[in-house]
């Protein structure tokens, strides 16, 4: 049994693939009001440890070294939590951008709680395996490192062959893509939510003390 078919994604993996947003300039979308503070909402509404990883690096753009020093967190664990601060805030985007609806206090509360996100069974990987493609479970581990240009040669060409195969894996990637922008363009805006002055605090605390 083949595990994939060109241009279809691996097969079985994925319960839903995601569908693309087709937004050609990011930031005359994400700039309206409405949609900053729909991402500002989505911010609010993610678990603490979550909210303070991802403001730091996608909002006040600090490297994962300085977030780790700043939290006093490991680099897996603030891995996990990016990946799934954006998740979360990517599932929000995508009930408007598809549905073109404010999603409620309620269905934001379920966004919050499926936290999962991604292909069904792991299973044998290919990597596991010697084998340089990746599956989809693979491709999304270092999915995020893929964004901010921090593959090194060998993962890098296993993804780039994943991305070409996965259309589902490939159009994940767009949406994270995007939140991030949308995340970054959060920085500008007097509006953001409170909890980033006391984060911008440790952050010159930590500096002070390693100066």
């Known amino acids: 049994m083949v595990e994939w078919e060109p241009g279809a994604g691996r097969l079985g993996l994925w319960d839903q693939a995601p569908v693309s947003w087709g937004i050609a300039d990011p930031a005359t979308t994400f700039q309206t009001r409405e949609m900053l503070d729909l991402v500002r909402n989505a911010l609010d509404d993610l678990p603490d440890r979550q909210r303070q990883v991802v403001l730091l690096r996608d909002v006040e753009d600090l490297g994962s070294v ?18 799934r601060g954006r998740a979360r805030v990517r599932r929000i985007l ?3 951008l598809r549905e073109g609806k404010e999603p409620s ?10 936290w999962t996100e991604g292909p069904r069974s792991r299973g044998p990987t290919r990597l596991a395996r010697g084998e340089a493609s990746m599956n ?7 999915m995020d490192d893929a964004i901010e240009g921090r593959l090194d040669a060998a993962r890098q060409a296993g993804f780039e062959e994943h991305m070409e195969e996965c259309r589902a894996c490939g159009t994940y990637l767009e949406h994270l893509r995007l939140v991030r922008a949308a995340l970054q363009l959060q920085r500008d805006d007097v509006a953001l ?10 952050f010159e605390k930590e500096s002070e003390q390693n100066s």
């Open 193 to 202: 939510n409170p909890h980033r002055d006391e984060l911008i605090r440790s």
């Open 136 to 142: 989809c479970h693979e491709a999304i581990d270092v």
């Open 105 to 114: 206090a309620r269905s934001r509360a379920w966004a919050s709680s499926q």
């Open 94 to 96: 995508d009930r408007i």
């Open 66 to 83: 300085e977030v780790c020093n700043i939290l006093e967190i490991s680099e897996t664990n603030q891995r996990v939590l990016l990946h």
